[in-house]
Structures are given as C-alpha cells and as structure tokens.
C-alpha cells in the first residue's frame, strides 16, 4: 500500500446465480478523504460494499488495511467493525424507543451495572466535539431524520472507525439537513476519518466530495479527481455513452391531441383529506402529463394520496370522464383506472420477501379478486413481458425484489400499475434515489405513454425534471395549491416566485 492510503480493494469478483456482480475491481481510500462511489443501480456499490463490510464473502480478490501486512479476510459485519470500518445506512438502524446516549453506548459497556451519569457525560461530550445538536437524554425517535443519522455517525466514529461508509445519507434530507450533515463529514474529515459517500446526487458529490469511483455493470470504470471531471462527463462514464441534451427528451415525444370537448378524465373538486390539506381543484385530461410542485412538506404527496384514496376523504366531488364517483378508498380508485405509485417505495411500494413476479401482477390481482388467482402460465407472461419492456435487471421472474437495485424495483412497481392498463397513472417520486440512466428511461417512458392517451400526474423533488416532462404544473404551498402553471410560465424562475408568493397565483 501505497503512504496515506488507508483501505486498497483489488481484483475484487463476487457472482451471484446468473449475475456477475463484480468483475476485477479496484477500490482505493486515502487518509482524511471523502470519496464518492458512484453507478446506475445494478452498477455494483452496493456489493461492494457488502463484500467490504463482510456482508458477502467475496469469490476472489483482496482488502488491504492501513496498518496490517497482509491482506485482511473480513467474514462478517462483525469483523468489519473490529477492523475500524462502519457503515450508516440510509435506513436507520439504531433503536428509536432507546435514548440519543443509549443508542451511542448500547452493547459497549462492561460489566453488570452501567453508571448512567457517565454514560450520559461521555454522550454530551462526543455530541459536542462533533456538533450534532441532540441532547443525550432524549428519546432518539424525537430526533429529526439527519440527526438520528448523525448520532448513528458519532456511534461509529466513537469506535475508532477509520473507514466510514455512508450510503445513501441524504436521499431523505432536506436542504437544511443536507448542510448539517455535510458540516459534520468536513469535520471528521479534518480528524482524518476517511469517507466513502455512496449518492445519487451529482451535485451533492461535487460539494463535499475529493474523489469518484465510477462503477457500471459491476465493473470498474476509473477513479477521478473531482476538480478534473466535469459533471456531464461524469454521467457519460457512468451510463457507457454520450448523454444526449436531457432537454430534448420533450421535444423529441409526440403530443397526444386531447378533445375539448371531452369531458377531462379526472376532476376534483373542493377535494379534502384527513391530511390535512386544504380543499383543492383539480382536473387531467386525456395524454396530459402534469404535476404537483413545491417545497419539502408543501402537500404535494397528500393532495395525489387523497386523489387516489390513500388517506381518508373528508369531503369533495370526484368526476371519471365526466361522471361523478365515490373514491373513498384505493381499490375504488383501482377499479375507475386509476394507478399510485407511491413516494416511499420501501415502505409503500415493493413486498420485499415476494418475487418481482409477484411483485408484478399484485395490483391486477387485487382488481380481479385473490380468489380468481391467475395460473402459473399467466403469471410468467405478465412479468416475462414487463421484464422485457421495462428492461427490469434481474436474475429471473423468481428472485426476490428486495434482491433487487433501487432503480429495478421502481421498474417493478412501475410494471405492476402497468399491466392493470390505467387510464390515469400517478408516479410520486418515480425516480428519486434512482441513477441517471434509469431516470431518463423512465421521463422517456411518461412522455410515451402520455402520447399513447395515458393521463399522467408526475412529481418530483428536481424542478428541471418536473419542467422536463409535464406541460402543466399545480404550485403548492403550506399544504394548499398557489398557483398553476402552463406555457411560456412553464419555467424554474416562476415557479419559485408562485412558491415564495410573488408570481401565478391562483
């Protein structure tokens, strides 16, 4: 190993059945440095971490650590530990219904009886040295999502890691918590703990990151300096091909010619929910993609949630075509043609245990009732034939969806609501946490879809992909609509002056 280096990987291959997850790579940290690993889901990140962290035991290949001659065998997370290495995921893994000083000591103290005043000094003592602002007392779960992760962060640096993983740190952070988090990173980093930042954020990595890693289809691509690799250059090495003006993709998709005179496909009016949001209007008509916008708790995913029957109605109109109906739950709103693709796809979205096959035909299942199961032939028909569409990467029909990258179980959910042949589709958060090549596919495959006489609600957290995709969006604030934008309004500056109460009001 070469001075200031502390973690060399090399010649690192893990296959699993079908799949050859990493083929020959390298991996190199040095001393004090942030260091992003970056990818399309599927890339391999995630096991490379794995095999790092002693989750997966690697085919061939070698880990060396500062410090140690030969090279290390790490079978375990456990191993990994003892070695300095730690990893914070983006699903906090410490007890919630534990204290912030229970969390940071819980299962390193010595002996039969704990001093608890201790514990809480050495607590308040390390939250100091590193800025998190929690007290040691309070319960963790009162803590905001940043600082829980944090806290998991001051656990792992207390334990004299020298190698700190972060994966996926700040998919669920705001701006203001984003900052925090990385005023934290600068400091460990100045201490000399060495980071490795997995993200998806390109603009995130050129804020606080020194180097990249770029890995795809489980190879490596090359290590960069982040000064010497321009942004657009950056997503051609992690796609494998010139990345086409992202402007385009608009421009470039045919424009389904909507009726006037036709009924919109969905209206709603004065429509309200246990959410508490407050009443809105809202209409679709046939091929239209448009949009709910606005900032981090605006209501947003609330208004589509009650469009869809998600949360409780409270009161309001609903029109399908130009008919009033009752959608007081979601398999009303299912069997009218609507689809939801949900904004937590953890949480809400995929059922981790079942196949993606399974996966898959749910939703149409559910419409034609579980006591009419399809047969085995139809079930493989359905996923063989939205595998291929979507260009779901998988193993087969049969492996697990939690087996799966983040980007392959959006595909997933994306095919279930597909195959239930949705007049109206909602996507929230379709690509978030998702890399760029897949993000594109799936704008792609909006506008498409959209061209072909799908009415498409679409929201996103990135401003430039709401613009790049609807042609009308609904401005929200403080969980009620402002304002509504269309044409040669259609633009960031408007949008954030209907947000801040200076532009299209409504």
């Not at 991996?27 to 989750?55: P, R, Y």
């Not at 410490?94 to 009886?113: Q, S």
């Not at 609509?481 to 801040?500: F, H, K, P, R, S």
């Amino acid at each position: 190993m070469q001075e200031g280096t502390v973690l060399e990987m090399r010649n690192i291959y893990k296959y699993f059945p079908g799949v050859k997850a990493l083929q020959d790579v390298d991996f190199t940290l040095c001393e004090g440095e942030i260091h992003a690993l970056m990818g399309e889901n599927g890339a391999g990140k995630s096991t490379l971490i794995k095999v790092l962290t002693g989750v997966y035991s690697k085919d061939s290949g070698e880990v060396f650590l500062k410090g140690r001659e030969k090279a290390v065998n790490i079978k375990s997370p456990q191993d990994a530990q003892k070695l300095g290495i730690s990893t914070v995921y983006q699903e906090i893994t410490l007890c919630p219904n534990l204290t912030v000083a229970e969390n940071l000591y819980i299962g390193r103290t010595k002996g039969i009886f704990i001093n608890w005043k201790i514990v809480v000094r050495d607590a308040f003592n390390l939250l100091q040295s590193l800025g998190i602002p929690a007290d040691p007392n309070q319960q963790l779960s009162s803590c905001s999502i940043a600082v829980q992760q944090m806290v998991a962060i001051a656990r792992a640096v207390d334990m004299e890691c020298k190698v700190l993983i972060l994966d996926e740190p700040t998919s669920s952070l705001d701006d203001h918590e984003v900052a925090k988090l990385f005023a934290l990173m600068r400091e460990l980093k100045a201490k000399g703990v060495s980071i490795v930042f997995v993200t998806h954020f390109l603009e995130q990595v050129y804020e606080v990151c020194d180097k990249i890693t770029v890995l795809r289809d489980g190879k490596l691509v090359g290590e960069y300096s982040v000064k010497e690799l321009p942004r657009v250059q950056l997503v051609s090495k992690m796609l494998g091909k010139d990345l086409d003006d992202l402007s385009d993709i608009k421009s470039d998709s045919l424009k389904y010619e909507a009726d006037e005179n036709i009924p919109p496909v969905f209206e709603a009016e004065k429509l309200v929910s246990a959410s508490g949001i407050k009443p809105f209007d809202f209409s679709i008509r046939k091929g239209e993609v448009n949009g709910f916008t606005g900032l981090l708790g605006s209501g947003r995913s609330e208004c589509v949630r009650a469009i869809f029957g998600a949360d409780k109605i409270l009161g309001g109109k609903v029109k399908i075509n130009g008919r009033e109906v009752k959608i007081s739950k979601p398999i009303d709103a299912m069997k009218n043609g609507i689809g939801y693709l949900p904004e937590d796809r953890k949480a809400d979205g995929i059922i981790g245990d079942l196949s993606v096959r399974e996966n898959i035909i749910l939703a149409l299942q559910v419409k034609k009732g579980f006591f009419k199961p399809f047969t085995k032939a139809q079930a493989n028909a359905f996923a063989d034939e939205y595998i291929k569409l979507l260009g779901i990467k998988t193993a087969s029909a049969d492996t697990p969806i939690k087996s799966l990258s983040g980007g392959n179980q959006q595909k997933v959910i994306l095919a279930r609501w597909l195959l239930t042949n949705p007049e109206y589709l909602i996507l929230d958060e379709p690509t978030r946490g998702i890399d760029v090549g897949t993000k594109i596919d799936i704008q792609k495959l909006v506008l498409k879809l959209a061209s072909e006489g799908m009415s498409i609600t679409f929201i996103s957290s990135e401003i430039d992909e709401m613009l790049r995709t609807c042609s009308r969006l609904i401005v929200m604030r403080d969980r009620k609509t402002v304002g509504e934008l269309d044409g040669e309004d259609l633009t960031q500056n408007m949008i954030m002056n209907t947000i801040a109460g200076g532009g299209n009001n409504v």
